[in-house]
Nanobody, 126 residues
Framework: QVHLVESGGGLVQAGGSLRLSCAAS????????MGWFRQAPGKEREFVAG?????????YYADSAKGRFTISRDSAKDTVYLQMNSLKPEDTDVYYC??????????????????WGQGTQVTVST
């Protein structure tokens, strides 16, 4: 069992930055691939960024996140981060972190994730 709690969302002006955190508990957390997704009302949850587990440190990004967002994990703190820079109004969404145990090639498929946090709201104003 893995329990995830996100934090760090808020209101920021366009061009600003936020750092989201996802604190995890569970003995096997370090073995999970971790991902950040976002979801707008009435839309499907979409992949933003992912990072491999077991010390691999391989990262994956959606095209919309490349060059602006950085995912990282601190295994000592059992925490995954999403540093978001150069934020745009279209980045406004609820952001969720998820834990995925399975083929790492499926990192972008939300249906492959076994655990989710409660989400944190990110609002980018013009």
């Amino acid at each position: 069992q893995v329990h995830l709690v996100e934090s760090g969302g808020g209101l920021v002006q366009a061009g600003g930055s936020l750092r989201l955190s996802c604190a995890a508990s569970g003995r096997t957390f370090r073995s999970y691939l971790m991902g950040w997704f976002r979801q707008a009302p009435g839309k499907e949850r979409e992949f933003v960024a992912g990072i491999s587990g077991s010390g691999g440190g391989r990262t994956y990004y959606a095209d919309s996140a490349k060059g602006r967002f950085t995912i990282s994990r601190d295994s000592a703190k059992d925490t995954v981060y999403l540093q978001m820079n150069s934020l745009k109004p279209e980045d406004t969404d609820v952001y969720y972190c998820g834990a995925h145990w399975g083929p790492q090639s499926r990192y972008a498929d939300r249906k492959e994730y076994q655990y989710w946090g409660q989400g944190t709201q990110v609002t980018v104003s013009t």
